[in-house]
């Protein structure tokens, strides 16, 4: 099976940084790579970023490209998600997630298959 055990989440002030993580294990290791989400309050799950286990491809949401940077430590089977100049509208609960492609990453939420619990991020003004 699958475990997603997020971590790395808090309450900054806007400018500040947060590095979320996801430790991965089981069959998530064979999928190509891995995802984050968010989803605030009264709000859709939004794609945020993606990473290839490679480190060979990226992927990210218009609205956090030049902040965040995605990226995975294959010794330890974790992706982190560093986010730089937080604003209050990054506020939301972050999940990471796994594909379900082998090969391809994907922005849609229907293309993973597995999910974590979530970390809560809150960014006052």
């Known amino acids: 099976q699958v475990q997603l055990v997020e971590s790395g989440g808090g309450l900054v002030q806007a400018g500040d940084s947060l590095r979320l993580s996801c430790v991965a294990s089981?069959?998530?290791?064979?999928?190509?790579?891995m995802g984050w989400f968010r989803q605030a309050p009264g709000k859709e799950r939004e794609f945020v970023a993606a990473?290839?286990?490679?480190?060979?491809?990226?992927l990210y949401a218009d609205s956090v490209k030049d902040r965040f940077s995605i990226y995975v430590d294959k010794s330890k089977n974790t992706m982190h998600l560093q986010m730089s100049d937080l604003k209050p509208e990054d506020t939301a609960v972050y999940y990471c997630a796994v594909p379900r492609s082998m090969t391809t990453l994907a922005k849609s939420s229907q293309s993973y298959e597995y999910w974590g619990r979530g970390t809560q991020v809150t960014v006052s003004m």
């Open positions: 089981g069959r998530a290791l064979s999928s190509v790579g």
């Open positions: 990473v290839a286990w490679s480190g060979g491809g990226t």
